[in-house]
């Protein structure tokens, strides 16, 4: 028999889940089924490989007082990309080339640095032609605004003269940032989009040998590749650029393509995030079809090539979600891109004159905001799109199997766990192609999470849709004004920041397993993470071996760096590991003592901190802020 107090909570459970139905009545049902007891494939990070930008200079300087070095930090801070790609690094701004024989890298230097200050390396896109090397009778038609420094296209007057000068960039980057470092991990892409950024495909065929030619009379392991063509242009021109290479003998370690959701052809439509799937299918059947066994590489993806206003709500954060979740659900045979660069990262943007206005502009391609160069608070607040992106970086080390979704128009999920077993994400989106419908209607989804290999859990439920985590919402609330004041900026600060669905709570986890009923809203993405209180257990990240001996290390954080007490003589050696696996430091201590080291470069977020010392292995959980 049940108490009185069993009945009146069974009787409100009753009534809130009359009034959940009943506040959804039309929605759509989803049952989703996470186990959490079965580790499956490594979780690919594929789309935090590389992002996009405009053109090099914006990266020191910009038509709006201010400059995108801050957001390349915040990109890499809290998205975790890993590479930059931009425009016109040889772009007369930049300003590297002056004459046959001399040259000046000042600012091609500073914007480097500024990318591997930010955590990032470049995807050194070989572009565009310097003025004073261009052949004027072959320019070619194409017109960026570049902040009415319009750059130029095409052959150079003379090839031997631009081999050299490229000869030399590659030769300096060495120099500058290390031989082994530019040769192992740097890619070099030949130009972008020569349909209508260079003369014609055929030109360009011309333009890639001598390049090609060039870097590697400097380095001949240096990665090349190309031709970043624009939409379904791409698989003719892949074909065109492996079979060519096969008869000139040209290197090409990766091809390289573009993808906007509407480009002609695989049903795009805008935010058509399946149609991005079926593309990437065909560029993999296409590279099959070819024999070329390199590498693939998506430098520009978006939900539009246009600038309509979803690129600044929530449809764009539902449809990068769906997106990439879809890419890797195709299979062995289909495996993504290496990179998945989304265009572009900053609203600092210089293709076009984007005017005055300070917040939104009712559509623009950065996931950052302009903001006010007066107004330090108000730079590179976060569109819900890079949000989304912040809750796709939470995502663990191991795939989960997840049922109960679907890949058309709906709810679906994907779900991950920590490598060392102590976090469960469960990334749940709400996505309709063509991006129109209302965003306020939700459908109802049930999560069953089961296998759970700990006992007591925080649970912690972020949310991205139009009343949550949305930036735009807010300034369409106080009228879209076009240059916010400062109070006004507050207001837009505080909604971008990333927000809960409801309280964050600590809960016993009965039996292994969790539930949740909660509604989801049309274009919206969230993540349920659940992560262990219990006494920590955890497996080498690498090698999966359990250690034995394990007690909470002694270890703190103070201001910005970790302070350890290392109580017996010896050799310690120090990993700080995120909750989902990847090791972002290592470094030797010796002991007795106190030491600490720096977390000026570690983005913020939990880790795991490890430590090998001489008598056991010790363990912490940390938090680094800023």
């Avoid at 795939?399 to 128009?409: A, F, M, N, V």
Wanted: net charge neutral.
């Amino acid at each position: 028999m049940k108490s009185g107090k069993w009945l009146k909570r069974e009787l409100y459970l009753s009534i809130t889940l009359l009034f959940f139905v009943i506040a959804n009545a039309g929605a759509t049902n989803y049952t989703l089924t996470v186990n959490a007891g079965t580790k499956g494939a490594a979780w690919n990070r594929f789309y935090e490989q590389c992002v996009a930008s405009c053109h090099a200079y914006t990266i020191l300087h910009s038509a709006y007082g201010r400059n995108i070095s801050n957001a390349l930090k915040k990109a890499h801070a809290e998205a975790g990309f890993q590479y930059l790609r931009c425009h016109g690094i040889l772009d007369d701004d930049v300003a590297p080339y002056k004459s046959a024989g001399t040259y000046d890298w000042t600012n091609l230097d500073a914007i480097y640095d500024s990318v591997v200050a930010a955590g990032m390396r470049p995807e050194v896109e070989i572009s565009f032609m310097p003025t004073a090397l261009i052949n004027s009778t072959s320019k070619a038609s194409f017109s960026p605004w570049y902040n009415n420094k319009t750059p130029v296209a095409g052959p150079p007057s003379n090839w031997t003269t631009w081999g050299n000068f490229i000869t030399a960039l590659v030769q300096h980057l060495e120099t500058k940032y290390g031989a082994a470092e530019v040769r192992n991990n740097w890619y070099f892409e030949i130009w972008n989009e020569p349909d209508w950024m260079y003369t014609g495909l055929t030109d360009y065929l011309t333009l890639y040998d001598n390049t090609v030619k060039a870097i590697g009379a400097a380095d001949p392991q240096i990665r090349v590749g190309g031709p970043a063509q624009s939409g379904p242009s791409s698989l003719n021109s892949i074909a065109t650029l492996v079979s060519h290479c096969k008869s000139s003998g040209s290197k090409l370690d990766f091809v390289s393509w573009h993808r906007y959701s509407n480009d002609n052809g695989y049903s795009g439509s805008l935010a058509n995030a399946n149609s991005i799937s079926d593309f990437a299918k065909a560029i993999v059947d296409q590279i099959k079809s070819s024999g070329f066994t390199g590498l693939s590489i998506c430098d520009e993806w978006g939900p539009d090539y246009n600038t309509p206003v979803q690129r600044d709500n929530e449809v764009s954060a539902s449809f990068a979600a769906k997106a990439i979740h879809l890419l890797t659900l195709n299979g062995a045979n289909y495996p993504p891109p290496i990179m998945f660069g989304w265009w572009t990262i900053s609203d600092i943007y210089e293709e076009i004159n984007v005017g005055t206005q300070t917040a939104f502009r009712s559509g623009n391609y950065g996931m950052l905001l302009k903001g006010d160069a007066a107004v330090p608070a108000s730079w590179d607040l976060a569109k819900p799109v890079f949000n989304a992106f912040k809750l796709l970086h939470k995502l663990g080390a191991y795939t989960l199997t997840c049922s109960g979704g679907t890949t058309s128009d709906g709810v679906n999920a994907a779900a991950t766990i920590s490598a060392t077993n102590d976090t469960i994400d469960v990334l749940v989106y709400d996505h309709y192609n063509g991006g129109t419908a209302s965003a306020t209607t939700a459908d109802n989804v049930q999560l069953t999470v089961s296998g759970i290999p700990f006992a007591n859990a925080r649970v912690e439920h972020w949310v991205v849709d139009h009343t949550h985590s949305n930036a735009y919402t807010a300034w369409t609330g106080m009228q879209s004004p076009a240059q916010p004041i400062s109070s006004q900026w507050t207001t837009l600060a505080n909604a971008a920041q990333l927000q809960h669905y409801d309280s964050v709570a600590t809960q016993t986890i009965t039996g292994g397993t969790f539930t949740k009923s909660f509604t989801q809203n049309y274009y919206s993405v969230g993540l349920i993470q659940i992560t262990s209180t219990s006494p920590i257990k955890v497996s080498d990240p690498k090698k999966e071996q359990t250690i034995t001996h394990i007690v909470e290390m002694n270890a703190f954080v103070l201001d910005k760096s970790i302070v350890m007490i290392l109580p017996h003589s010896g050799n310690y050696k120090i990993n700080l590991y995120t909750t989902g696996g990847r090791k972002e430091t290592s470094l030797n201590f010796t002991g007795p003592g106190t030491s600490s080291f720096s977390l000026a470069r570690v983005p913020a977020g939990a880790y795991m901190l490890e430590c090998s010392g001489p008598a056991q292995k010790l363990v912490k959980p940390v938090v680094v802020g800023r």
